[in-house]
């Protein structure tokens, strides 16, 4: 009764499998691709090195207290770095704020924005603290299994302060009034997939998380994270099988006798699915032990889609940060595009991440590494003409804005849109962050962790509890190990 297979290596499939592992289990993690990380793997090409998904380090404690459980720290496997600034936000052509790194440095530029505003920005962040220390050291280690998970007694004497049914836009309004303030507490929403008018205020916690916790990056990249993961996990005894196309899971009445694997049967006593959560069921599961329906997956907001193009570029750029946002065109609209009426942007705001700046390690001497993301719509027709479009888009106001030319440096270049996280990580609509974090998908409204019907298969992931990003995700794997552990106990004794 102690062989699990883990379906998948992405951060949740990672952290399940080191807890199940420390636990007892005999685990083996199986993955389709031919390197572990899922979205956040990585690729070389011409001596570049790139993240293919995540590049903000942010909530260095939640990284901290994942190894602490196994008596490591994030600087066995990584050397950290606070960035200052931390990011840049491009408003118009050359018009743009650095955000510096440190609470005082802050107040001195909302002052400069907003006189009085810097008094507001200390009461937010209290606000956000205490939202924090409740949300990522309690609530999002809730199984969301029953509403009485919530009737916690220090949870409900909170639950007014948490600002739960309140929408984030709105409660940013309430501190601030100059737009460039309110553009930038509300960028760290885009993190949790929805609008900020549809985002409880709750997650001005992503705030503290920005503004006092700080952006920090790995050296190496973040890919570092996984591979220390991937360490810490083979020490525990993981087994990894990669290029493991997980088919089907078997199912005998209610349990689960094992999966098809590149067409072979192998028996085990648990299944954890950390894919993406619709292909489970839909596709490798029996229809009579679906716990959801497609009708139910296609009322669910999905988080955005991403166009991603990844550059190698034979030249050092001026005037960019390691983290620049462009806000140079309207949110309003480009959201709309996003949520109410998917469609491709008409004028989007983009993303761009230059990790060379920080860490000569990510491309060759004298080289630039980039990276741009437009989050766009789930399930678009993506075609190639369309990504083209977009990469001149983006380039030419990415080149007006550092008043250099790139185009002709580029020496490597490829594109990523739905067909490629479609492809790769059977994600559904081809998103790229899971599930949204609206306050109907909170807690125990997200797709459970558990199946009624098989009661031997676990979810995890960025479409189940606690949501997307890499630290919940690897909170993820941690509380569906706590669940699949609290139910053998109640098996075996
Ligand atoms: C472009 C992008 C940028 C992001 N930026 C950030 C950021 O800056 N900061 C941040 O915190 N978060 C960011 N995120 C979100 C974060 O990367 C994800 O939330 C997290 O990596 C998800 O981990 P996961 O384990 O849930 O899923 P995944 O990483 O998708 O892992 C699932 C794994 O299952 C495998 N799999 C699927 N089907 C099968 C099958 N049938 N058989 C075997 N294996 C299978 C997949 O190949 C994959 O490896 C970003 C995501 C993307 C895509």
């Given at each position: 009764?102690?062989?699990?297979?883990?379906?998948?290596?992405?951060?949740?499939?990672?952290?399940?499998?080191?807890?199940?592992?420390?636990?007892?289990?005999?685990?083996?993690?199986?993955?389709?691709?031919?390197?572990?990380?899922?979205?956040?793997?990585?690729?070389?090409?011409?001596?570049?090195?790139?993240?293919?998904?995540?590049?903000?380090?942010?909530?260095?404690?939640?990284?901290?207290?994942?190894?602490?459980?196994?008596?490591?720290?994030?600087?066995?496997?990584?050397?950290?770095?606070?960035?200052?600034?931390?990011?840049?936000?491009?408003?118009?052509?050359?018009?743009?704020?650095?955000?510096?790194?440190?609470?005082?440095?802050?107040?001195?530029?909302?002052?400069?924005?907003?006189?009085?505003?810097?008094?507001?920005?200390?009461?937010?962040?209290?606000?956000?603290?205490?939202?924090?220390?409740?949300?990522?050291?309690?609530?999002?280690?809730?199984?969301?299994?029953?509403?009485?998970?919530?009737?916690?007694?220090?949870?409900?004497?909170?639950?007014?302060?948490?600002?739960?049914?309140?929408?984030?836009?709105?409660?940013?309004?309430?501190?601030?009034?100059?737009?460039?303030?309110?553009?930038?507490?509300?960028?760290?929403?885009?993190?949790?997939?929805?609008?900020?008018?549809?985002?409880?205020?709750?997650?001005?916690?992503?705030?503290?998380?920005?503004?006092?916790?700080?952006?920090?990056?790995?050296?190496?990249?973040?890919?570092?994270?996984?591979?220390?993961?991937?360490?810490?996990?083979?020490?525990?005894?993981?087994?990894?099988?990669?290029?493991?196309?997980?088919?089907?899971?078997?199912?005998?009445?209610?349990?689960?006798?094992?999966?098809?694997?590149?067409?072979?049967?192998?028996?085990?006593?648990?299944?954890?699915?950390?894919?993406?959560?619709?292909?489970?069921?839909?596709?490798?599961?029996?229809?009579?032990?679906?716990?959801?329906?497609?009708?139910?997956?296609?009322?669910?907001?999905?988080?955005?889609?991403?166009?991603?193009?990844?550059?190698?570029?034979?030249?050092?750029?001026?005037?960019?940060?390691?983290?620049?946002?462009?806000?140079?065109?309207?949110?309003?609209?480009?959201?709309?595009?996003?949520?109410?009426?998917?469609?491709?942007?008409?004028?989007?705001?983009?993303?761009?991440?230059c990790p060379s700046k920080t860490d000569p390690s990510v491309a060759p001497p004298g080289n630039e590494n980039i990276f741009i993301l437009i989050p766009v719509a789930p399930g678009l027709t993506d075609e190639e003409s369309t990504r083209e479009r977009?990469?001149?888009?983006?380039?030419?106001?990415?080149?007006?804005?550092?008043?250099?030319?790139?185009?002709?440096?580029?020496?490597?270049?490829?594109?990523?849109?739905?067909?490629?996280?479609?492809?790769?990580?059977?994600?559904?609509?081809?998103?790229?962050?899971?599930?949204?974090?609206?306050?109907?998908q909170t807690a125990n409204l997200k797709p459970s962790i558990i199946n009624k019907k098989v009661k031997n298969l676990f979810y995890t992931g960025q479409l189940t509890v606690p949501g997307p990003g890499v630290p919940p995700s690897i909170i993820s794997g941690k509380v569906v190990a706590k669940?699949?552990?609290?139910?053998?106990?109640?098996?075996?004794?």
């Amino acid at each position: 009764m102690n062989q699990i297979a883990v379906i998948g290596s992405g951060f949740s499939g990672l952290s399940a499998s080191c807890f199940l592992a420390q636990a007892g289990f005999e685990v083996t993690v199986f993955e389709k691709n031919s390197s572990p990380g899922g979205r956040a793997r990585k690729f070389e090409a011409q001596g570049f090195t790139f993240d293919m998904g995540p590049s903000w380090y942010w909530m260095p404690d939640v990284f901290e207290e994942f190894f602490s459980h196994f008596g490591k720290k994030p600087a066995d496997y990584y050397d950290l770095v606070r960035l200052d600034p931390s990011y840049r936000i491009v408003y118009s052509g050359t018009d743009k704020l650095d955000i510096p790194a440190g609470i005082s440095k802050l107040c001195n530029l909302f002052e400069s924005l907003e006189p009085g505003s810097s008094q507001q920005l200390l009461k937010f962040l209290e606000e956000g603290k205490f939202k924090y220390d409740i949300g990522i050291h309690d609530l999002v280690h809730k199984p969301g299994l029953s509403v009485t998970e919530l009737l916690d007694v220090d949870l409900f004497k909170g639950v007014f302060r948490l600002h739960v049914f309140e929408s984030i836009a709105a409660y940013i309004r309430k501190f601030f009034t100059a737009p460039k303030l309110i553009q930038l507490l509300e960028f760290p929403v885009l993190f949790l997939g929805a609008k900020p008018s549809k985002t409880p205020a709750l997650y001005s916690l992503m705030n503290y998380a920005d503004m006092s916790l700080g952006t920090w990056y790995p050296m190496g990249g973040m890919f570092k994270v996984i591979e220390g993961m991937v360490d810490l996990a083979s020490s525990l005894g993981v087994r990894f099988e990669f290029n493991s196309n997980v088919q089907h899971v078997e199912v005998n009445s209610t349990r689960a006798n094992g999966i098809v694997i590149n067409g072979k049967f192998q028996s085990f006593d648990y299944v954890v699915a950390s894919a993406d959560y619709h292909h489970v069921e839909q596709e490798l599961l029996p229809a009579s032990h679906r716990r959801y329906s497609e009708q139910y997956w296609q009322k669910r907001v999905m988080a955005p889609s991403s166009l991603i193009f990844y550059l190698g570029v034979n030249k050092k750029i001026d005037h960019l940060l390691h983290h620049t946002l462009f806000f140079d065109e309207d949110f309003t609209k480009h959201a709309e595009q996003i949520y109410d009426d998917p469609q491709w942007p008409t004028a989007p705001q983009f993303y761009v991440s230059c990790p060379s700046k920080t860490d000569p390690s990510v491309a060759p001497p004298g080289n630039e590494n980039i990276f741009i993301l437009i989050p766009v719509a789930p399930g678009l027709t993506d075609e190639e003409s369309t990504r083209e479009r977009y990469f001149e888009m983006v380039l030419a106001r990415l080149e007006k804005h550092i008043g250099q030319n790139i185009r002709d440096h580029i020496v490597f270049r490829r594109s990523y849109a739905h067909q490629d996280f479609i492809k790769d990580y059977n994600a559904f609509k081809g998103n790229a962050y899971g599930l949204a974090n609206t306050l109907l998908q909170t807690a125990n409204l997200k797709p459970s962790i558990i199946n009624k019907k098989v009661k031997n298969l676990f979810y995890t992931g960025q479409l189940t509890v606690p949501g997307p990003g890499v630290p919940p995700s690897i909170i993820s794997g941690k509380v569906v190990a706590k669940e699949l552990i609290k139910s053998h106990k109640e098996i075996v004794n």
